[in-house]
Nanobody, 117 residues
Framework: QVQLVESGGGLVQAGGSLRLSCAAS????????MGWYGQVPGKERELVAS???????VYADSVKGRFTISRDTPKNTVYLRVGSLKPEDTTVYYC???????????WGQGTQVTVSS
């Protein structure tokens, strides 16, 4: 059973930044995709950013230029630096991985980011 442990969320003023971390319990080289999703109440989770095969990064249009996804291979960890934050970035951010193109997705417990205006 793969486990993902997230950290780094919190309350921040608009324009500020945070770094979210997600540590996986398996070797990062076994992971096909590793990414972050956001979910506000009443809506489905939406992709924020993802790394595919450790190489290709994908971002939602709303965060391009403000968020950066990266990974630390020895630590089996993926990071999401969230910068130039806006109140509309307020959401629970969930880390998620897949181990193959068609494999089921594993989710972390989520970390709340709240941006005050």
């Amino acid at each position: 059973q793969v486990q993902l442990v997230e950290s780094g969320g919190g309350l921040v003023q608009a324009g500020g930044s945070l770094r979210l971390s997600c540590a996986a319990s398996i070797n990062i080289f076994r992971i096909y995709s590793m990414g972050w999703y956001g979910q506000v109440p009443g809506k489905e989770r939406e992709l924020v950013a993802s790394i595919i095969s450790g190489v290709s990064a994908v971002y939602a249009d709303s965060v391009k230029g403000r968020f950066t996804i990266s990974r630390d291979t020895p630590k089996n960890t993926v990071y999401l630096r969230v910068g130039s934050l806006k109140p509309e970035d307020t959401t629970v951010y969930y880390c998620s991985i897949t181990t193959g193109r068609s494999s089921p997705r594993t989710w972390g417990q989520g970390t709340q980011v709240t941006v005050s205006s």
